[in-house]
């Protein structure tokens, strides 16, 4: 599907909105289907020309939770509903559902993306100890515990080996 501009799009809403041509001809023109040409025509009516000005929005918890309300209390579809709140992609807002209804609420909180910093991984490393005596410092204790014994058998592995070794030299 080709990359429309915000004028190509207000052009085809305009088009349509005259009522000579329908919205198949317009998407066939376009070279775009119907239902593209309808989703624009919605957006324009709810939300004019800003409805095609693209711009990076990071949406919110609360944000996210109230477009799902929304859709379920007024029985709107995807279209509408994004239409309604300017979401740029119906399919958006399918996500957030499948999210909320699989995970939960806080399967709606934004995530960062890209590579963490090298901070955050120094804070996790050092987060706080755990209670001593507690369920999981004793795991801890005991993982601790159980590496260094395996640090000790290698250590006398090696040792072994190098004294077994046939390339020793005699002392006098």
Do not use: C
């Not at 085809?12 to 376009?30: D, P």
């Not at 379920?72 to 579809?77: F, R, Y």
């Not at 005596?133 to 640090?151: P, T």
């Not at 290698?154 to 020793?168: H, M, Y």
């Amino acid at each position: 599907m080709a990359k429309f501009t915000a004028e190509d799009k207000l052009q085809a809403v305009h088009r349509y909105l005259n009522g000579n041509e329908s919205s198949r001809e317009i998407g066939k023109s376009l070279g775009t289907d119907n239902k593209s040409i309808l989703k624009w025509v919605k957006q324009y009516e709810y939300n004019g020309v800003k409805a095609f000005v693209k711009s990076y929005t990071n949406y919110t918890q609360p944000f996210k939770l109230d477009v799902l309300n929304y859709m379920i209390e007024h029985g709107t579809s995807l279209i509408d509903t994004a239409a309604i709140f300017n979401i740029a992609a119906p399919s958006t807002i399918l996500v957030w559902k499948k999210h909320f209804e699989t995970q939960g609420l806080d399967a709606l909180q934004s995530k960062k993306r890209g590579r963490p910093s090298m901070k955050k991984d120094l804070k996790k490393q050092t987060k706080a100890m755990p209670v001593e005596g507690s369920v999981e410092a004793l795991e801890a204790r005991i993982k601790q515990l159980e590496m260094e014994n395996e640090y000790l058998k290698k250590l006398k592995a090696l040792v072994q080996n190098k004294e077994k070794s046939p390339n020793k030299t005699k002392r006098k």
